[in-house]
């Protein structure tokens, strides 16, 4: 099982001492392992839960897959959800804790490259399934982060043209509610609310907050974001099995 407790980046919990001593540069994740060190950054972890959890894969089997969804985990990564954290990050009031002092031009500029990033987005889902191809992967997470993150901004996709973005969108979406609540529509109250931004749930459980402090089997330790921007920005959560729950995870960094 996974306990998890919160992490506030609004309070400064990341700045403290105790969180100091497991990244010194204040940013969120971190994963501490049994023996005491820490990885963070979040691909990192992500790479490091791949190999703790093969199953289900997502970063890609042969090297050529590999190399491929790589490709279009960082297409998304800095074209779509780097505009968008920037355009939130220094448009929304929410955040002007975190983002001191916010430049309202930086964020429409930032908004305008979203665009590019969201076109393209869109003519490659009109022709695959998925972002990265023929089956779901890391590159979908990703897209799926930057996509909810604009929630909060109002920005829906199909309001804003983008049809099949919206189709992947909701499939994303049918996905995450079916590992967090199998067999539930994906009209329920839960999937309505989402899960708050730079939060992870546990699997078959339902929590409205905005960031985790998690403990997982054996030890380990892995620190999450804290928005405080509200329940509507929604991240992908648990992935995974019961007897080893996998998590593919890109958070806002405070």
């Known amino acids: 099982s996974i306990e998890w407790l919160a992490v506030d980046l609004n309070a400064g919990a990341h700045r403290q001492q105790d969180f100091l001593h497991l990244n010194p540069l204040a940013r969120v994740p971190v994963l501490e392992l049994d023996d005491g060190r820490c990885i963070s950054e979040s691909r990192a972890i992500c790479s490091w839960l791949e190999g703790y959890c093969p199953d289900p894969n997502l970063m890609g089997e042969a090297y050529e897959e590999r190399a491929f969804i790589e490709m279009y985990d960082r297409y998304v990564e800095w074209y779509v959800l780097l505009p968008t954290a920037q355009w939130v990050r220094h448009g929304h009031p929410g955040l002007a804790a975190l983002e001191n002092p916010q430049f309202p031009a930086f964020a429409e500029n930032q908004a305008k490259k979203r665009e590019a990033g969201l076109e393209w987005l869109e003519k490659r889902l009109e022709s695959h399934p998925w972002v990265a191809g023929e089956r779901f992967s890391i590159a979908d997470i990703t ?94 959560p648990a992935l995974g099995n019961d007897q080893c729950q996998r998590m593919a995870i890109h958070l806002h960094r405070g």
């Open 143 to 236: 897209a799926f982060c930057a996509i909810e993150f604009a929630r909060v901004m109002k920005f829906k996709p199909s309001e804003a043209g983008y049809h099949h973005i919206q189709r992947w969108r909701d499939s994303v979406a049918a996905k995450r509610l079916n590992w967090l609540h199998p067999g539930q529509s994906t009209q329920s109250p839960a999937h309505s609310a989402g899960i708050g931004f730079g939060s992870i749930a546990r699997r078959g459980s339902h929590r409205g907050h905005h960031g985790r402090f998690v403990q997982c089997r054996r030890g380990r330790q892995l620190c999450l974001a804290s928005s405080g921007i509200g329940s509507k920005g929604s991240c992908f």
